[in-house]
């Protein structure tokens, strides 16, 4: 059994409340240093950029990069409204302010940035959970199937290795992780609820038992938004994955290597390694310019995203204290 005091409690809140004000404060910093990393990957990536010959294509595939990042916003906006009562606005912000971290190793770190800053501002742990895994089960459906398609035309050999491996294993964390969440979830906490109500007493017991009902609210939570917006969820996830499918598919007329004149293969690599692509000078030409044009689209839009979203931080703990 796990106990959570109150004093415990009081100290993660106050210690959210100074990040929340330490970062809001630091807006114009945090903007600058965005806008410095921003100038120093141009100045990297930029010469894997200028080829003529490709100008028109690399300005198409970062619009369809940022439309397509514009729907992960949009998805994550339709999450979280309802788990996390958040403007959406901020939301959309917070997808872009976090986005450049996706692409830094380990896999998917942006996700820890994402859920860390939308507990910070929600203060809704579990709800907070069930925001970050939904947003990732929705992908990890696509990539399934994606590597399925490859395995039936007979392209999983040309990337069957470490982006294979770590592709598989963010599908089998994400699938069991929403598996136990969803489905066992809401079910085994009320039980579990029931039993520590029937056969524990204690000065420890309110504690536990507001601990579990917490988790209990979050889990039904997100399974009554999987049922009432699943099949947006899906539809919007579908039209993200497959402008990325166009993206990558622009540019595999210039690969080296056989393997990347298959859009789907090309997407896979890309998402995996998309860092080590986009600065490495030993990799295949359709990869890194995939890879370069990717993070560019991103990060030409991070220093407004940055400063946006730190100026509407602390906008959320303002609105309730005022209703209070």
């Avoid at 592709?167 to 039993?195: D, E, H, K, N």
């Amino acid at each position: 059994m796990i106990f959570v005091s109150d004093n415990w409690i009081r100290k993660v809140s106050l210690f959210q409340n100074g990040v929340r004000i330490g970062l809001f404060r630091g807006r114009f910093l945090l903007t600058a240093l965005a806008t410095l990393c921003v100038l120093a990957a141009g100045w990297y990536i930029g010469p894997k950029l200028l080829r003529p010959s490709l100008s028109i294509t690399i300005i198409v595939t970062m619009l369809v990069y940022f439309l397509a990042h514009c729907f992960r916003a949009m998805r994550l906006c339709i999450i979280s409204g309802p788990l996390l009562k958040m403007p959406a606005r901020t939301i959309f912000l917070l997808h872009f302010a976090t986005a450049p971290f996706a692409i830094i190793p380990p896999f998917k770190l942006g996700e820890i940035v994402r859920f860390y800053t939308l507990w910070t501002i929600s203060r809704k742990l579990s709800e907070t959970i069930v925001t970050v895994l939904l947003d990732r089960l929705f992908d990890a459906i696509i990539l399934s199937l994606l590597l399925a398609w490859l395995v039936i035309n007979d392209h999983i050999d040309s990337v069957m290795d470490e982006s294979t491996r770590t592709v598989q294993w963010m599908i089998l964390a994400v699938t069991i992780s929403a598996g136990v969440c969803f489905l066992i979830g809401p079910r085994a906490l009320s039980s579990l609820q029931r039993y520590v109500m029937i056969h524990h007493s204690g000065r420890n017991v309110l504690v536990s038992l507001r601990l579990i009902d917490v988790l209990r609210k979050g889990t039904t939570s997100g399974e009554g938004l999987l049922r009432q917006q699943g099949p947006l969820l899906m539809m919007i996830t579908v039209l993200i994955w497959g402008l990325e499918l166009v993206a990558a598919a622009l540019f595999t007329p210039v690969a080296i290597f056989p393997e990347f004149h298959n859009a789907g293969v090309l997407l896979i690599n890309r998402t995996v390694q998309e860092w080590h692509a986009a600065f490495s000078s030993f990799i295949d030409p359709a990869l890194a310019t995939s890879a370069a044009s990717s993070i560019l689209a991103i990060f030409i839009v991070w220093p407004p995203s940055v400063y946006g979203y730190l100026t509407r931080i602390i906008t959320p703990s303002s609105r309730s204290q005022r209703l209070k």
